[in-house]
């Protein structure tokens, strides 16, 4: 079993930038996975980033490349998703996942965080 608790959501003002913290426990094998989605309202949920937990290979959605990254802290069991020039359309529930290997694949993630809600005004 893995436990995840993401932190770090909250309001920012467009053009602004959010650090958002996944702390992980339990069970996490080194061929493991992390990755951050992202639900918007009325929207199905999206693949942003993912991370190995061995190693820095990482995977981004085009849709963020270039303003969001992706980082671990194995030490601290804590992946990262450091956002920059937000927009209003980045306005979103956002959640860390957990997976057997590196994947945009939701359907392949078996656990999941809570997810914190990040709003960005415009």
């Known amino acids: 079993q893995v436990q995840l608790v993401e932190s770090g959501g909250g309001l920012v003002q467009a053009g602004g930038s959010l650090r958002l913290s996944c702390a992980a426990s339990?069970?996490?094998?080194?061929?493991?996975?992390m990755g951050w989605f992202r639900q918007a309202p009325g929207k199905e949920r999206e693949f942003l980033a993912a991370?190995?937990?061995?190693?820095?290979?990482?995977y981004y959605a085009d849709s963020v490349k270039g303003r969001f990254t992706i980082s671990k802290d194995n030490v601290k069991n804590t992946v990262y998703l450091q956002m920059n020039s937000l927009k209003p359309e980045d306005t979103a529930v956002y959640y860390c996942?957990?997976?057997?290997?590196?994947?945009?694949?939701?359907?392949?993630?078996?656990?999941w965080g809570q997810g914190t809600q990040v709003t960005v005004s415009s």
């Open positions: 996942a957990a997976a057997g290997k590196i994947t945009s694949i939701k359907s392949e993630y078996g656990y």
């Open positions: 339990g069970r996490i094998f080194n061929n493991y996975a």
């Open positions: 991370i190995r937990w061995s190693g820095t290979n990482t």
